[in-house]
């Protein structure tokens, strides 16, 4: 556990560094590292994982509440945002899309591994697949096009988006259909080497974009790096880290005992495509930047914590 973390906090310096000594060539490395991993990282590694996955209630059951408890939660964050801090719709925005998008990808999958051990992988991976992704391409971009200050891709396009552009999604899908023989042991301890690289890559990605979105462009103002912790910051790391997992948990304790890695998953941070959707429908960037930098770091520590007990 304290290699993934470290792992993060180095890659996150990387990009942080590689943007301010070469900004245009570590943008376009940011980009490659993300498209490789999502196109050709993922894809085989995901179905080999979910080949192996044996098929249960709990599995199905488990998803639909995951839904339901991110549904809430963002409700609590609008009702928070908008009538406790009485904050304008932009910043509303960012700070809902921070509470229900957790980082199931670039960490979650690592973390499962290196706390509940590599066996876990095909859980946290479905749950990527059918919970992280849409809500980001469903959720976080729909927020951000009914509360943001630019126009951008309304539903329709991002649903478009989400089946089309969505590897991964095809991949769960084959691996669920597929014939566990399809799935060789040297296949599935394969992707699951290839899925611990997952965080050193993308949290570089994520330095490169904190950097750049702390320059600013075209005379707008860049965020501090790091980012200060405000209400609204506070407010969206509650409910991300606190309440979205205690809310699956209650919701499922009546009905079924859910795989241990789906409550590692709605536990993650803020995942870095909110502050993406914040750029891009011009939601508020410090809210977004905030809540992913700090939600990360108290997630690591927590891990750390509990790695140890473990």
Not at 152 to 169: D, I, T, Y
Request: charged content about 10%; some cysteine.
């Amino acid at each position: 556990m304290i290699g993934v973390a470290a792992a993060v906090v180095a890659a996150v310096a990387a990009g942080v560094l590689a943007e301010r000594r070469w900004p245009s060539g570590a943008e376009r490395a940011a980009r490659f590292v993300l498209g490789a991993t999502l196109y050709v990282l993922l894809p085989p590694a995901t179905f080999f994982l979910v080949a192996r996955l044996e098929l249960s209630l709990e599995i199905g059951a488990g998803l639909a509440l995951a839904w339901v408890a991110l549904i809430l939660v963002g409700g609590a964050a609008w009702l928070l945002s908008r009538r406790v801090l009485r904050l304008e719709p932009p910043r509303a925005g960012s700070t809902i899309n921070a509470s229900i998008h957790p980082n199931t990808g670039y960490l979650g999958l690592p973390l499962c591994a290196a706390l509940l051990g590599t066996d876990a992988l095909g859980d946290a991976v479905v749950f990527d697949a059918f919970v992280g992704a849409p809500v980001l391409f469903l959720g976080v971009f729909a927020v951000g096009a009914a509360v943001g200050t630019r126009a951008g891709e309304g539903v329709p396009a991002r649903a478009k988006s989400f089946f089309l552009r969505n590897p991964a999604l095809i991949a769960v899908v084959a691996g669920l259909l597929a014939p566990e023989a399809l799935a060789p042991d040297v296949a599935v301890d394969a992707a699951r080497i290839a899925v611990l690289g997952i965080a050193p890559l993308g949290f570089f990605a994520v330095g490169v974009t904190l950097a750049v979105e702390s320059r600013g462009d075209a005379g707008q103002p860049g965020i501090p790096f790091p980012p200060p912790f405000s209400a609204p910051v506070g407010a969206a790391i509650a409910l991300r880290l606190l309440a979205a997992p205690a809310l699956l948990a209650v919701l499922a304790l009546p009905f079924l005992d859910l795989p241990d890695a789906y409550l590692v998953q709605i536990a993650m941070p803020c995942g870095i495509n909110s502050l993406l959707a914040a750029h891009a429908y011009g939601l508020d960037l410090g809210i977004s930047a905030g809540a992913i930098a700090w939600s990360t770091a108290l997630a690591l520590l927590a891990a750390v914590a509990a790695g140890f007990v473990l």
